[in-house]
């Protein structure tokens, strides 16, 4: 069972505007979540993360939203640019985890000039 | 700045044959994660180092997998009898105190 849900497997965006890439999970131990970006034949980077007792946290253009009640969290990248056309994975840690980090499936994001 | 390094980046091999692949973390992390990626998954946990010591592993480590982390600094993960199942990128990811990972490039296993 996926405690790390990213319902949307794709989003095309126009250049200039915002992209919003949604992720959900189920486990109410988790206590950090991560976003990270992956290209083709790379491994993932770490892009922006936010601990449980925040509810927002921003990064130059991107900042992540978390609604702890509905166990849900959010990307938004904005102006989006084409360099930023990737597979974004939402991960999550916590509960005795050790670190260990339970990613989504990703959202592949396609921003068109 | 040296990130996390593996080698090889591919690997191409025949069923039943065994592979070994290598991850050098950062210097300074003593936590090292190995993941394995699948097309249209996300990476998946398999093992984890504190410095030498193997603290966890994931169910998906079948007897045929074995990691090691002899010094505490780089890992190998070792693959017996490779099956087709096994073709997927693997991932090495090292970390400090905090809960962010850092991960190499990977290296993308496909068993003929």
Redesign the interface.
Same mark, same amino acid.
Request: charged share 15%; glycine share 18%; net charge negative.
């Given at each position: 069972d996926q405690q790390?849900k990213?319902n949307s #497997?794709s989003l095309s965006v126009q250049e200039g505007r915002i992209s919003i890439l949604n992720c959900d999970y189920t486990n109410s131990m988790f206590d950090?979540f $991560?976003w990270?970006k992956k290209y083709p034949? %790379?491994? #993932?980077?770490?892009l922006i =993360?936010i601990s449980s007792i925040k509810d927002k946290n921003e990064d130059g253009r991107f900042t992540v939203f978390l609604n702890k009640s509905a166990k849900h969290l959010s990307l938004h990248i904005v102006p989006s640019q084409p360099g930023d056309s990737a597979v974004y !994975?939402c991960?999550a =840690?916590g509960g005795g985890s050790?670190?260990?980090?339970? !990613?989504?499936?990703?959202t592949k994001l396609s921003v068109k000039p | 700045d040296t990130g996390?390094s593996?080698d090889p980046r591919h690997k191409i091999t025949k069923r039943g044959q065994n592979v070994t692949f290598r991850c050098d973390p950062i210097s300074e992390h003593n936590?090292l994660?190995w993941y394995r990626q699948t097309l249209?998954?996300?990476? %998946?946990?398999l093992t984890?180092f504190?410095n030498e010591a193997q $603290? %966890?592993k994931s169910r998906l480590l079948s007897d045929r997998f074995s990691a090691e982390r002899p010094k505490g600094s780089f890992s190998t993960l070792e693959i017996q009898r490779t099956e087709q199942g096994d073709s997927a990128m693997y $991932?090495c990811?090292s970390?400090d105190r905090g %809960?962010?990972?850092? !991960?190499?490039?990977?290296t993308?296993l496909s068993v003929l």
């Open positions: 790390v990213q #497997p950090y $991560l990270y034949a %790379e491994g #993932p980077t770490f =993360s !994975f991960a =840690s050790q670190g260990n980090l339970i !990613f989504g499936k990703g | 996390v593996q936590r994660y249209g998954q996300g990476p %998946e946990f984890y504190q $603290l %966890e $991932l990811a970390g %809960e962010k990972l850092f !991960f190499g490039s990977g993308q």
